[in-house]
Every structure is written in structure tokens, then in C-alpha cells.
């Protein structure tokens, strides 16, 4: 029993030495934790700040107000409810689940605190000589040896306070962070409200314009009807005009006829006193005037002789049978694609629209914007003959079937016909409104066709000199148009989308053709007759049987323009 007390002394002294131990390391390291304040406990009063010490930032409150119109009544009680549950969660005090505490062992307590000081060398001299006491079996320790509560409780404060040191940089953190999102807010809603006044600003501004426009509109209408009534007493006028100046026609017809009645009487009578006349006045010189007479005369008696003897030229009825339809495939030659680039002549100073091979001689012929038209020797492409003759850009030509004479289509709202022995025009063409397009002519030579933008199209007697029938049908532009090899039918092509057949001896349109979505730039016939093609204004080109008047194939070439098409001698 006397040993009992004596061990337990031993090992309350031992336990108060390592404590002394343990207390005095922690006075020399005092100093390096003192900012921490982990080894001792303090009572301190924390009190709020006063808001009179502290000096506020003025901030305007245009920066922070909401404009009028943009409140939104569903969010403003959302942001006022959060605040309360915010200020109520704050208020209350954090209760900690109250938990069983176990004292911690003091060896235990004893190494953790050499370890956490980094006291290697006393961690180890304190386990050697505990584990030699152990060994010798002095244990009566464990039962008594537990540390007092007081230093569990530094230990978990010293826990608790770095973890709230923690939780306030994180604070800190996520306050910059909606610091930096506020001022980005703020910096777009003053954009957008400067954006939005610039758009207020540009909509007064466009209703402003709209009411000037308005009201220069309203001072027009008095100025229209004023030149609507011009116009109708101009239209009057002019009616007036036209019937007097046929009336003075008629008047002038009528004395062109009494003077040639009468000049026909002095005819009759002249041979009887002609002789006699003669003689008598074969000396005497003759006046300006009795010679300007005389020759006046002598032209309207040409004159006269010419209308008369000049008739209306006739349709073939038996026309000669197209010999390109003895052609078979056996005796062709085979199909050439292998095509190169041999030479390019520069001709024309502006854009060329037309080229066309001429039926008999190794040359061609081109059109050009310039208002020339020029025939070209091939393959050394020298310039044999230019065409000077129309006011503006030229569009198309075509040759006569023999060869030896050419027909040009051109913007003046003319078509000339030249002879290319001379070079010079021999017959001009006019009663077109617009701009013609296209040309063509009648296998006799007789008959010149021409299509116009002015929606028609004309069939001219080329004898005559006169336009024999006007085709109406297109409700656009007429963009090409072509005879049917060795016949009396037309081919037209408009930009309203379509192709009409026509008899030119009848002016009828016997058959339109549609299938294509643009505005048909040109068509023709193949060499057989036995097919159409057809290109539009978007590349695509369609072939047609002639015969049953139906579609064969489409080919999309574009997206560009398709501009002409032809089919190569072969007709395949």
C-alpha cells in the first residue's frame, strides 16, 4: 500500500516536469505565435464600428437609381425578401452541437505539441525514456495521466479562429468579386441607357423627317393635277395640230395632182408644137428658176415611176427543203471538245455584244458597244471593213443568206442593212420605241425580223421599205428572236419567261413554250429544226422538242448570265 502512493507521486511529478517542460518551449516560442494567439485565451469586447469615425465615398445616385420604366415589381420583393432572411440568419447566434468531449492522453498531447513546434530531439528523448518507463511498468500513468481541459479547449478555439480566418478571406474575396460585378453593371446600363436615348433621339428624328416628307408630298399633288391638265390641253393641241396638218396633206396632195394632171395635158399637146418650140428657143439660155423647175419635175416623175413599180414583197410558199436534214450521224465528223486558245484580236474599245461567222468566207463579224461594227479576217484577224452609222451601242447582227449584206440591231431604235461590197447603209429601219435586241433574216432575203425591248417585235419588207406586221403577245422585253430554217415561223424569246412560235404570215402566235423561272436572254433553232434551245438570265439552258413542243433536258451553267446559246454545225 506504501508503494501505490509513492508511484503515483512519481508520476505526478514526471507529468508536472514535462509540463513545466512543454509550458517553458512555449515561453520561447511566445514571441514567433504571438500574432496567432493560439496558447492563451483573452477576453475581449468587440464592439461595432461607429459610422461617424468612418469616411464614406460619395457616390452619385444617378449611378445607382433605376430609371422610370425598368422597375420590375417580381424581382424588387425576390431582392427584399433575401435581405430579410439575410439579416435574420445574422442575427441569430451559431449554436454548436453540444458532443461527448475525451480528454486527450498527455503523452499524446505531449508529441503532438513537440511535433507541431518541430522539437524533433526532445520528441525524441520524451518517446525514449516514456516507452523505457513503460517497459520497466510504471503504467499507473495511463489511468491518471490526462490533459486538463483548459488546453483542449485552446487547441479548439485555435482550430475555430483559423477557420474563421479562412471564411473572412473567402469574404473578402467574393466581396471584390461583386464589387468588380456591381461596377461592370453599372458600366452597362449607363451604355445602355446612353444607347437607348441615341435610339429615342433617332426615331424623333425619323418621325420629324416623315412629317417634312409629308407635307412635301401634300405640296405636289397641287402641282400633278396642274400638269395633269397641262398634259390634257397639250393632247388637245396636238390632236388639233395632226388633223390640221392631214387637212394641209390632203390640200397638198390634191395639188400635187392637178399639177401632174395638168403637166400630163401639157405632155399631150407638146409634140405638136414641140419642133417648132425647139427651134425657137434653141438659142436661148435657160434661168435658174425654169431649171429648178425642171429638174423638180424630173424627180417627182422618178419618183412616181418607183411607187409604182415597187410592190409588196411575198411569203415563199414553196420553199426549198432545209438540206441540213439529209445530214445522218455516219457521215458527221466526230464531236470536238478539246478546244484552245489560239489568238484574241483586240478590236473594239469598248465591250463586244455580237459575234457571227459569215456563211461562205473565212471571216466574222463583231458589234460593239462603240457603235461600230466591224468584219474580221480569220485566222490572221486583221480588220477588213467598220460599219459607222448608228448613235449609240450596237446589240446584234446577221448576215443575209447570200452573204453579201448584213443587218445590225441597235439601241437608237434602229436596224440598218449594209452592203458589205461598199461598207455603206442602204436601207435604215425605224418604228421600234426602244432599244431593239435582236435581228434576223428570212431565208429569201426579203424579210428582215427585229425584237425590241418595247415588248414587240416587227416583220420589215426589205423591198418595200416598209414594216409589214407588228407581233403583240410578250407583256416584257422581246430579247431574241429567229426565223425557222427555210419556213415562215418566228422564234421569240422574252423576259417574261416564255417562248413564242409565231406565222409571220398570219402575225399569230400559234404556240408559247414556258418552263423557265428568269427572264430569257436568247433561243434558237438547232440546224435539223428538230430541236429549241433556250438560256435565261440565271445560266440555266433547256433544250425543247420542236415537234411535240416539250421539254428534253435543263442544264444549270450559272449562277451567272447566260447570254447566247447556239448549237455547233452538226446540230448534236
Known amino acids: 500500500m506504501a508503494s501505490q502512493p509513492e508511484m503515483r507521486s512519481s508520476g505526478l511529478r514526471v507529468l508536472e516536469e514535462a509540463l513545466g517542460m512543454?509550458?517553458?518551449?512555449?515561453?520561447?516560442?511566445?514571441?514567433?505565435?504571438?500574432?496567432?494567439?493560439?496558447?492563451?485565451?483573452?477576453?475581449?469586447?468587440?464592439?461595432?464600428?461607429?459610422?461617424?469615425?468612418?469616411?464614406?465615398?460619395?457616390?452619385?445616385?444617378?449611378?445607382?437609381?433605376?430609371?422610370?420604366?425598368?422597375?420590375?415589381?417580381?424581382?424588387?420583393?425576390?431582392?427584399?425578401?433575401?435581405?430579410?432572411?439575410?439579416?435574420?440568419?445574422?442575427?441569430?447566434?451559431?449554436?454548436?452541437?453540444?458532443?461527448?468531449?475525451?480528454?486527450?492522453?498527455?503523452?499524446?498531447?505531449?508529441?503532438?505539441?513537440?511535433?507541431?513546434?518541430?522539437?524533433?530531439?526532445?520528441?525524441?528523448?520524451?518517446?525514449?525514456?516514456?516507452?523505457e518507463l513503460i517497459q520497466k511498468g510504471v503504467t499507473e500513468l495511463r489511468v491518471v495521466g490526462t490533459v486538463p481541459d483548459v488546453y483542449t479547449q485552446i487547441m479548439f478555439l485555435e482550430a475555430e479562429n483559423k477557420n474563421l480566418k479562412k471564411d473572412l478571406k473567402h469574404y473578402k474575396q467574393a466581396t471584390d468579386k461583386a464589387r468588380e460585378d456591381l461596377l461592370k453593371t453599372q458600366k452597362e446600363r449607363d451604355f445602355h441607357r446612353m444607347h437607348h436615348k441615341r435610339i429615342v433621339q433617332e426615331k424623333n428624328k425619323l418621325i420629324n423627317d416623315l412629317k417634312g416628307l409629308k407635307l412635301h408630298y401634300a405640296s405636289y399633288e397641287p402641282t400633278i393635277r396642274v400638269l395633269h391638265e397641262k398634259h390634257h390641253s397639250l393632247l388637245k393641241q396636238k390632236m388639233l395640230t395632226t388633223l390640221e396638218r392631214d387637212r394641209a396633206i390632203g390640200k397638198v396632195f390634191g395639188l400635187k395632182e392637178t399639177l401632174r394632171s395638168v403637166e400630163?395635158?401639157?405632155?399631150?399637146?407638146?409634140?405638136?408644137?414641140?419642133?417648132?418650140?425647139?427651134?425657137?428657143?434653141?438659142n436661148t439660155p435657160e434661168g435658174p428658176t425654169q431649171k429648178s423647175l425642171r429638174e423638180a419635175r424630173e424627180q417627182n416623175k422618178c419618183k412616181t415611176k418607183m411607187e409604182e413599180s415597187v410592190k409588196d414583197s411575198e411569203f415563199p410558199m414553196d420553199i426549198q427543203p432545209n438540206p441540213n436534214l439529209?445530214?445522218?450521224?455516219?457521215?458527221?465528223?466526230?464531236?470536238?471538245?478539246?478546244?484552245?486558245?489560239?489568238?484574241?484580236?483586240?478590236?473594239?474599245?469598248?465591250?463586244?455584244?455580237?459575234?457571227?461567222?459569215?456563211?461562205?468566207?473565212?471571216?466574222?463579224?463583231?458589234?460593239?458597244?462603240?457603235?461600230?461594227?466591224?468584219?474580221?479576217?480569220?485566222?490572221d484577224g486583221n480588220v477588213l471593213l467598220t460599219g459607222i452609222g448608228h448613235t449609240d451601242w450596237l446589240s446584234a447582227c446577221c448576215f443575209h443568206p447570200s452573204g453579201n449584206k448584213l443587218a445590225t440591231a441597235s439601241g437608237d431604235t434602229t436596224v440598218k442593212l449594209w452592203d458589205l461590197s461598199k461598207g455603206n447603209c442602204i436601207l435604215t429601219l425605224e418604228g421600234h420605241n426602244h432599244a431593239v435586241w435582236s435581228c434576223t433574216w428570212h431565208s429569201c432575203g426579203n424579210f428582215v425580223a427585229s425584237s425590241s425591248l418595247d415588248t414587240t417585235s416587227k416583220i420589215w419588207d426589205v423591198n418595200s421599205e416598209k414594216c409589214r406586221s407588228t407581233l403583240y403577245g410578250h407583256t416584257d422585253s422581246v430579247n431574241s428572236i429567229e426565223f425557222f430554217p427555210f419556213s415562215n415561223t418566228l422564234l421569240t424569246g422574252s423576259a417574261d419567261k416564255s417562248l413564242s412560235i409565231w406565222d409571220a404570215r398570219t402575225n399569230k402566235c400559234e404556240q408559247s413554250l414556258y418552263g423557265h423561272m428568269h427572264s430569257i436572254n436568247d433561243a434558237t433553232f438547232s440546224p435539223r429544226g428538230h430541236m429549241i434551245a433556250s438560256c435565261d438570265a440565271c445560266g440555266v439552258i433547256k433544250l425543247w422538242d420542236f415537234r411535240k413542243l416539250l421539254p428534253i433536258v435543263s442544264i444549270d451553267v450559272g449562277p451567272s448570265p447566260a447570254n447566247e446559246v447556239k448549237f455547233d454545225s452538226t446540230g448534236i
Open 326 to 379: 439529209n445530214l445522218c450521224k455516219e457521215n458527221l465528223p466526230p464531236a470536238k471538245f478539246d478546244y484552245k486558245l489560239n489568238n484574241v484580236f483586240r478590236i473594239h474599245e469598248l465591250p463586244v455584244s455580237c459575234i457571227i461567222m459569215h456563211p461562205c468566207k473565212d471571216s466574222l463579224v463583231t458589234c460593239g458597244e462603240d457603235r461600230f461594227w466591224k468584219v474580221v479576217s480569220l485566222p
Open 22 to 131: 512543454g509550458l517553458t518551449a512555449a515561453r520561447d516560442t511566445a514571441e514567433a505565435v504571438a500574432a496567432e494567439g493560439a496558447y492563451y485565451l483573452e477576453q475581449v469586447a468587440i464592439t461595432e464600428a461607429s459610422e461617424d469615425d468612418y469616411e464614406y465615398e460619395e457616390i452619385t445616385d444617378d449611378n445607382f437609381s433605376i430609371p422610370e420604366g425598368d422597375e420590375d415589381l417580381a424581382k424588387a420583393i425576390q431582392m427584399v425578401h433575401e435581405q430579410a432572411i439575410d439579416t435574420q440568419i445574422l442575427e441569430q447566434k451559431t449554436v454548436l452541437p453540444s458532443r461527448h468531449a475525451v480528454p486527450e492522453v498527455i503523452e499524446d498531447f505531449l508529441c503532438n505539441f513537440l511535433i507541431k513546434m518541430g522539437m524533433t530531439r526532445t520528441l525524441d528523448c520524451f518517446q525514449s525514456e516514456w516507452y
Open 264 to 282: 400630163l395635158g401639157r405632155n399631150f399637146r407638146v409634140p405638136e408644137i414641140k419642133a417648132a418650140y425647139n427651134c425657137e428657143s434653141e
